[in-house]
């Protein structure tokens, strides 16, 4: 394997330094780690390649994009180092953690409406670089919102290529990812399912279909009409994020023009 800019370390704990471990992504387990030389807090992922050689490809890819990818909504990438089987996979460490970590922190249950705005609006910002859900929204010290997780996003970055990859977590899967096998693929539209699925997720506390199987919702998406937001439990939604989830799911993306 050659990801990018990787290189081989004899000791790759003289460079960094683990400090415990916060996370579990796409191909590998997260920690917090530091810089030894300069003391920087970093995050880590580390990916065992002797066991993900059927995903070598899309770890190649991820290292291309986290590359490729110059953003202030989206992670920073550092480096890549490879330590026997192991690769190592260095980015900027964002304190507070995920989004969801964010709604524990401020009170228990779903976020409130005004810091769910300020998320989503970050969000828009950074869409076309990945496709978004909310554990994959990270929350730095300062409350800079930047996306994560590129395990999960094909050729994002060249935005205006159709995309045939059957990937992502199905509770946010709009229905033009999961037929797209049987089409001309899809484009970024459908990442605007996706941060509709998220708003849901943010002020309610979980997505639709949370308490049924990933392969059965995957069957129900394309079949059923688009959730909504509505008014339960004792909780009004306002009139403003019901239609930003309305447009955002929208079964016919070609009409949604949420980010221009």
């Given at each position: 394997m050659n990801p990018g800019s990787s290189k081989s370390t004899t000791n790759i704990n003289e460079s960094y330094e683990l400090i415990e471990r916060i996370g579990k992504g796409s191909f590998g387990e997260?920690?917090?780690?530091?810089?030894?030389?300069?003391?920087?807090?970093?995050?880590?992922?580390?990916i065992d390649l002797e066991h993900s050689e059927d995903e070598i490809d899309d770890i190649q890819k991820?290292?291309?994009?986290?590359q490729q990818c110059e953003s202030p909504?989206?992670?920073k990438y550092i480096g890549s180092?490879?330590?026997?089987?192991?690769?190592?996979?260095?980015?900027?460490?964002?304190?507070?953690?995920?989004?969801?970590?964010?709604?524990?922190?401020?009170?228990p249950g779903?976020?409130?409406?005004?810091?769910?705005?300020?998320?989503?609006?970050?969000?828009?910002?950074?869409?076309?670089?990945?496709?978004?859900?909310?554990?994959?929204?990270?929350?730095?010290s300062q409350f800079q919102v930047k996306l994560a997780d590129f395990?999960?996003?094909?050729?994002?970055?060249?935005?205006?290529?159709?995309?045939?990859?059957?990937?992502?977590?199905p509770f946010w899967m709009s229905p033009e990812v999961i037929t797209a096998q049987n089409t001309d693929g899809y484009d970024e539209k459908a990442d605007i399912w996706s941060?509709?699925?998220t708003a849901i997720e943010l002020v309610k506390g979980e997505p639709p279909h949370a308490n049924k199987h990933a392969m059965r919702v995957?069957?129900?998406?394309?079949?059923?009409?688009a959730p909504i937001l509505q008014d339960e439990n004792g909780i009004t939604f306002s009139k403003s994020i019901k239609e930003f989830v309305s447009l955002c799911l929208n079964k016919n993306p070609v009409s949604v023009n949420l980010i221009g």
């Open positions: 997260v920690f917090k780690g530091k810089e030894k030389n300069t003391g920087e807090i970093v995050a880590i992922k580390i991820e290292i291309l994009l986290l909504y989206v992670i180092l490879i330590d026997q089987t192991d690769l190592w996979i260095i980015m900027e460490y964002l304190a507070v953690g995920s989004a969801m970590d964010l709604v524990g922190m401020i009170k779903p976020m409130d409406e005004q810091y769910a705005a300020v998320i989503l609006r970050e969000v828009l910002n950074g869409l076309l670089y990945l496709h978004s859900e909310a554990a994959n929204i990270l929350i730095g395990g999960v996003a094909g050729q994002i970055c060249e935005r205006q290529q159709k995309r045939q990859t059957f990937v992502g977590t941060l509709g699925i995957l069957q129900m998406i394309p079949q059923m009409e």
